[in-house]
């Protein structure tokens, strides 16, 4: 038992920090990879959080798709608070009470019906289920096919793999040269696609069903239906990239169920646990049985904590109904947005919607949006996106709209 000490060596070494608030820290201290922070918050509730100076703030990006039970929801803050208490962390050497339900509750939305159960694999990111998921891919499908087909401007994440899958050229030329063997066609065009797999050699086509990262850009249903047709012919897996999309954010608890396709993989993270790092890999049984023991692992996926984290937050998430909640309010939301001034079009499903502006003035309404007490997300220069909480009010739909009215004008 480690007793807590009045004064310590801790309070002393930080004493003699020099503290500005947590925006001018940050900078101080931490890589500017993110560029300079937007803004420091210390607590949050619902859609709602509160910065250093106590202001209040409608959270429209819910820690970009991640918060959909909103801030420190109780079920989910009790639970990891009482796990907190009974145990944190052992191993993958050893099994826990937690993971296995995670697991179960995962294959049950993924793949309701009888006979079409998988396996899951968790570690702590979106990034590195999507690596894990290339793995499997190249794993079941062998050393002579050892392509991955992305899309062009997907987004998988920023580790070498998921990076090299990913398809957008501006965030991966300076880390060349990237992992060989994968290209990437633009979504919608069948005939592309089908000359890629013609080639030879594809273990897996890897796609998010809406390019999030990319604008919110809806990947067309006719092609979604092509791309399993051409899998199935050319014996590729798919491995669909729901990190942002699943977990009810679009309507549906995943994305691929609006459009009647059965992925052979499913990569999932962001809202799973509500805000504690989870990922997950979900992968049809018979693909499931090619990673054997010593195959691949990360020392803190499926830990106790973190899957306490996620199993509070995915039945909460059953509880009320959050694909019902996302189609609702989403319904709301886009309505309020067609019909804001300055905005020229509305894309995405749920409460995944991107606003394309009829000016190239998304980071600057963003910043006056956020002066004015509401968070949104500019993607280059004329998309905002949004993804607030599930639970969000028509109250707080509302208001966000109003203030959003200003910022345009
Ligand atoms: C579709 C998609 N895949 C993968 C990732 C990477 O996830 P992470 O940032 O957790 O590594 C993201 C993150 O935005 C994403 O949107």
């Given at each position: 038992?480690?007793?807590?000490?009045?004064?310590?060596?801790?309070?002393?070494?930080?004493?003699?920090?020099?503290?500005?608030?947590?925006?001018?820290?940050?900078?101080?201290?931490?890589?500017?990879?993110?560029?300079?922070?937007?803004?420091g918050?210390?607590?949050?509730?619902?859609?709602?959080l509160?910065?250093?100076?106590?202001?209040?703030?409608?959270?429209?990006?819910?820690?970009?798709?991640?918060?959909?039970?909103?801030?420190?929801?109780?079920?989910?803050?009790?639970?990891?608070a009482?796990?907190?208490?009974?145990?944190?962390?052992?191993?993958?050497?050893?099994?826990?009470?937690?993971?296995?339900?995670?697991?179960?509750?995962?294959?049950?939305?993924?793949?309701?019906?009888?006979?079409?159960?998988?396996?899951?694999?968790?570690?702590?990111?979106?990034?590195?289920?999507?690596?894990a998921?290339?793995?499997?891919?190249?794993?079941?499908?062998?050393?002579?096919?050892?392509?991955?087909?992305?899309?062009?401007?997907?987004?998988?994440?920023?580790?070498?793999?998921?990076?090299?899958?990913?398809?957008?050229e501006?965030?991966?030329?300076?880390?060349?040269?990237?992992?060989?063997?994968?290209?990437?066609?633009?979504?919608?065009?069948?005939?592309a696609?089908?000359?890629?797999?013609?080639?030879?050699?594809?273990?897996?086509?890897?796609?998010e069903?809406?390019?999030g990262?990319?604008?919110?850009i809806?990947?067309?249903?006719?092609?979604?239906?092509?791309?399993?047709?051409?899998?199935?012919?050319?014996?590729?897996?798919?491995?669909?990239?729901?990190?942002?999309?699943?977990?009810?954010?679009?309507?549906?608890?995943?994305?691929?169920?609006?459009?009647?396709?059965?992925?052979?993989?499913?990569?999932?993270?962001?809202?799973?646990?509500?805000?504690?790092?989870?990922g997950?890999?979900?992968?049809?049984?018979?693909?499931?049985?090619?990673?054997?023991?010593?195959?691949?692992g990360?020392?803190?996926?499926?830990?106790?904590?973190?899957?306490?984290?996620?199993?509070?937050?995915?039945?909460?998430?059953?509880?009320?109904d959050?694909?019902?909640?996302?189609?609702?309010?989403g319904?709301?939301?886009?309505?309020?947005?067609?019909?804001?001034?300055?905005?020229?079009?509305?894309?995405?499903?749920?409460?995944?919607?991107?606003?394309?502006?009829?000016?190239?003035?998304?980071?600057?309404?963003?910043?006056?949006?956020?002066?004015?007490?509401?968070?949104?997300n500019?993607?280059?220069?004329?998309?905002?996106r949004?993804a607030?909480?599930?639970?969000?009010?028509?109250?707080?739909?509302?208001?966000?709209?109003?203030?959003?009215?200003v910022?345009?004008?």
């Amino acid at each position: 038992m480690i007793d807590a000490v009045t004064v310590s060596p801790s309070d002393v070494m930080l004493g003699e920090m020099e503290i500005h608030g947590a925006v001018a820290d940050t900078a101080r201290y931490l890589m500017n990879n993110y560029g300079a922070p937007k803004a420091g918050f210390v607590s949050g509730r619902g859609a709602t959080l509160i910065d250093e100076s106590g202001r209040e703030v409608l959270d429209f990006l819910g820690g970009i798709a991640v918060c959909s039970l909103g801030h420190c929801p109780p079920s989910v803050s009790d639970a990891i608070a009482a796990q907190a208490h009974k145990l944190i962390h052992t191993s993958n050497y050893f099994a826990n009470l937690e993971a296995p339900k995670v697991a179960y509750l995962i294959d049950r939305l993924v793949a309701p019906s009888p006979g079409e159960e998988g396996r899951v694999f968790f570690a702590n990111s979106g990034a590195e289920v999507n690596e894990a998921a290339i793995k499997l891919a190249r794993r079941y499908a062998g050393p002579e096919r050892t392509r991955v087909v992305g899309l062009k401007d997907g987004f998988h994440g920023r580790t070498m793999g998921a990076l090299s899958a990913t398809g957008q050229e501006g965030k991966k030329t300076a880390f060349q040269p990237l992992v060989p063997g994968f290209s990437h066609v633009e979504a919608g065009d069948t005939e592309a696609l089908e000359a890629e797999l013609a080639k030879g050699g594809v273990a897996a086509v890897i796609m998010e069903p809406i390019l999030g990262e990319a604008g919110v850009i809806e990947v067309p249903a006719a092609f979604i239906a092509s791309v399993r047709e051409l899998c199935d012919q050319f014996g590729a897996l798919l491995i669909l990239d729901e990190v942002q999309t699943g977990f009810g954010r679009t309507g549906k608890w995943f994305a691929f169920q609006h459009f009647g396709v059965k992925p052979d993989v499913v990569t999932m993270a962001k809202a799973i646990a509500s805000g504690f790092p989870v990922g997950a890999l979900w992968a049809r049984a018979e693909v499931a049985k090619a990673f054997l023991p010593g195959d691949h692992g990360t020392t803190f996926g499926g830990q106790p904590l973190a899957m306490a984290a996620a199993l509070a937050t995915i039945t909460t998430m059953i509880d009320i109904d959050a694909p019902a909640l996302a189609a609702e309010r989403g319904a709301s939301l886009a309505r309020g947005l067609a019909s804001t001034p300055g905005i020229a079009s509305v894309s995405g499903k749920g409460l995944l919607l991107g606003a394309t502006l009829k000016s190239a003035a998304a980071p600057e309404v963003a910043k006056r949006s956020l002066e004015l007490g509401l968070i949104v997300n500019a993607i280059g220069t004329s998309v905002l996106r949004f993804a607030p909480p599930l639970v969000v009010t028509e109250f707080e739909i509302d208001r966000a709209l109003e203030i959003l009215k200003v910022a345009i004008s």
